[in-house]
């Protein structure tokens, strides 16, 4: 079932865009496409652009937006909301469910065709101190501590990460990867405990596997299809997954000659009439195994190419809210949603980062503290009397 639906531009006389959420996904995403005039009716009707749709908004449980334009500073902004990541028992004894995102620009980049979305620049406002400020580390498979755990106790965090790599070919998509230790990964460490056994992972990785189809093999779809259609072959299931850039993975029956197209990989089974395979992208991903929380471990992750502009890199721009994790990669071309809920919260706020299986790797890192949005009412005797006027005629009203 779709949800909050939104029709909007970005610009005066730009083509429009439809914003839906999806039950099945609990996603945000966006379907591209011009509003024209339709020569037979006479009628203005919105005619989609199947090569740029869809996108997702995030990958992860930001759901429920809503588009705003703000005529002052001529933008568009967009405020979602992301659901607990616990169960149902745990919300009910918490008594409360989700919490708003931050407020983020959209603009659309021409160069990847799709709307990109990062958080309005008032957020730089909330900076405090800049604990870090390192330029050129060289980046190995041992994490390089950038903040040890308990020397800064602070929940809020805002880190920016710009990687350089010597040779982006280690995320060839022609490359077979035959176990997970094997797969190139370059990321950042986030809430990481004091000998680093506890973190959580935000990375730029490989998925695993190779280009080959995977015969006698069908997903289990823990996760549902986000198309299914009457294929010709699963080369052509293969092409439209490609194709479509929320598709990670794909399935193909051949008796039926029915094709899945999935946005989450499945786990795997064997089936002998089934072909399944995955997209040879860079997946930008959130890994929780290791992190300690009491909610959901599983990972979050979507496609994220290296942006064109910058083949040999890219950025990662992390908020970390205590529970609340918003990441940001290349200005918002992919963007991530995600939950931790960390007992230990004070013994776990180490920073490090870290690449594994991708050869020479550099980066620039900026790590700041972060203020509250909820500041203290500052002394004002007016409008204190004015407040306790209004609460005693609410009071008489109420009686």
Known sequence: MFECPDFFTLKQGGEHYLKVST?????DYIIYGSYQLNNTSKQYVFVEDPTRSFTFIDYGPF????????PILNRRTIWGWTNDELSNEQIIANGWSGVQNMLRTMVYDHTEKKIKTQPVPETRGLRLDKLV????????????????????????????????LADPTTFAAATTYLSDSDVPEVGVM????????????????????????????????????????????????????????????YTFWGETNTCKLYWKTNPMRSKDDATSGTVREPLLYLGRTQSGTIGSTAPLHGRAPFATATPNGFE????????????FKDEGLETLTGRLYIDNGADT???????????AVTVDVEVYTMDTIWKAPTPNAAKNFTDSLYNLLDTLIAV
């Open 316 to 327: 990662l721009h992390i908020f970390v809210d205590d529970s609340v994790l918003e990441i």
């Open 133 to 164: 400020d390192l330029r050129d580390v060289a980046v190995t498979a041992t994490p390089t501590e950038i903040i040890a755990s308990n020397t800064n106790n602070t929940l809020y965090h805002e880190i920016v990460a710009r990687f350089t």
């Open 63 to 70: 759901y429920a937006s809503k588009t705003f334009y703000d």
């Open 190 to 249: 986030i809430r990481a405990n004091a000998n680093l056994s506890q973190y959580t992972t935000v990375s730029v990785r490989m998925p695993g596997g190779g280009p080959g189809a995977l015969r006698s093999t069908e997903q289990t779809e823990t996760y549902p299809p986000i198309k299914i259609f009457a294929g010709s072959s699963a080369d052509n299931c293969s092409a439209e997954c490609n194709k479509m850039r929320l598709c990670e993975s």
């Open 23 to 27: 039950m099945p996904s609990h996603r």
């Open 349 to 359: 706020t180490g920073i490090a980062v870290y690449a594994r299986n991708a050869g």
